[in-house]
């Protein structure tokens, strides 16, 4: 066990996020050994036509926005790093702490039945062992291999 779990500001933001994958969050944040808050799950469509106009994500076919079930069915789970000067833990976009959260995912997506793909890799954790690590690594090989860019999203996680 790792001692962390979900602040109520992270709770908050899993409201309308699938069940399966609240239980996965849930269970990822007892057993990983890098602390993460959520920072979004359910999305608006207006949101999205943002982000997706901003390019921060590459459809409106989102998995964030609520889906036919009436859930949302994507979070993003972000790191929690060093202590700021005030005492305040900052997020951590350095991808050596994402690793160990997806690892975390994995396992609890195992543990609990429910498969789980990450958008670091845009495979489904459940159908693999290979290091977090590897996934990342293999698949920007294959999309440049294929002349392609990769579009890594560490912290997303969506049902599979």
């Known amino acids: ?59 409106m076919n989102s998995k964030h926005i609520k889906q036919a079930d009436g859930y949302g069915h994507a979070a ?34 195992k543990e609990t039945g429910v498969r789980v793909r990450w958008g670091g890799c845009w495979q489904t954790l459940n159908d693999t062992d290979k290091p977090a690590e590897v996934l990342v690594a293999d698949y920007v090989a294959a999309r440049r291999a294929e002349g392609k860019k990769a579009f890594i999203d560490g912290p997303h996680f969506e049902l599979a």
């Open 76 to 109: 993003d789970l972000i790191p929690w790093g060093d202590f700021d000067g005030n005492g305040t833990k900052e997020i951590s976009w350095a991808w050596a702490h994402f690793y160990p959260i997806a690892e975390a995912v994995r396992l609890a997506a």
């Open 1 to 59: 066990m790792s001692g962390y779990q979900l602040g109520k500001t992270s709770l908050a933001k899993l409201q309308g996020v699938h069940p399966n994958l609240v239980k996965v969050i849930q269970r990822a944040i007892e057993i990983t050994g890098q602390d993460f808050g959520v920072n979004e799950g359910l999305r608006t469509v207006e949101r999205q036509k943002r982000l997706f106009a901003a390019g921060a994500s590459k459809t």
